[in-house]
């Protein structure tokens, strides 16, 4: 059985503090900035066309030409609580999969094993990122994170 709105509110609040503690302020920023722009859609409206009738006035005409708009709508309370499961999932659990991946492809097209990959942004600005195979160990917690996810994004 789905979770009622107010269940849906009340779990986005507690994920979001729970996000907020763990040192993920930054995802529940994005994910709140990408709530307040609503969720968009492309929408065929039929438009009336109008036509001047003389002493600044105007009056429809019969017929317009259907026209294509971006309509934004409000996310339900059950589909803003989805967006952050998602985000919460991607960044926790899809690094984690995606660094061991990264590894095991460099072991296997090497005769070296890394013990540390670095990624360092293409500018000279910016803040590099240095893992090591420690990222293993945490696979099978992502795992294990990514199934509970899974879980309550199909009790959504």
């Keep these: ?27 529940a920023e994005d994910v709140a900035v ?31 030409k259907p026209a294509v708009f971006v ?12 967006l952050l499961v998602e985000a919460i999932e991607a960044v926790s659990c899809g690094s984690t999969i995606a660094l061991t991946e990264v590894f095991n492809r460099l072991s296997d097209s090497t005769t070296q094993n890394p013990a ?11 803040r590099q990122f240095t893992t090591n195979r420690s990222v293993f160990r945490q696979k099978d917690t992502a795992m294990h994170l990514q199934h509970l996810l899974q879980e309550l994004k199909e009790a959504i």
């Design 1 to 27: 059985m789905p979770l009622t709105p107010n269940e849906a509110r009340a779990a986005y609040d507690e994920l979001s503090r729970t996000s907020i503690g763990s040192g993920l302020k930054w995802l």
């Design 34 to 64: 990408e709530i307040s722009l609503g969720k968009q859609s492309l929408e065929k409206i039929k438009t009336r066309a109008t036509q001047y009738v003389g002493d600044d006035q105007f009056a429809p005409k019969q017929k317009g």
């Design 71 to 82: 309509i934004t709508a409000e996310f339900s309370e059950n589909e803003k609580l989805r």
């Design 116 to 126: 540390e990959i670095t990624f360092a942004p293409d500018g000279e600005t910016g």
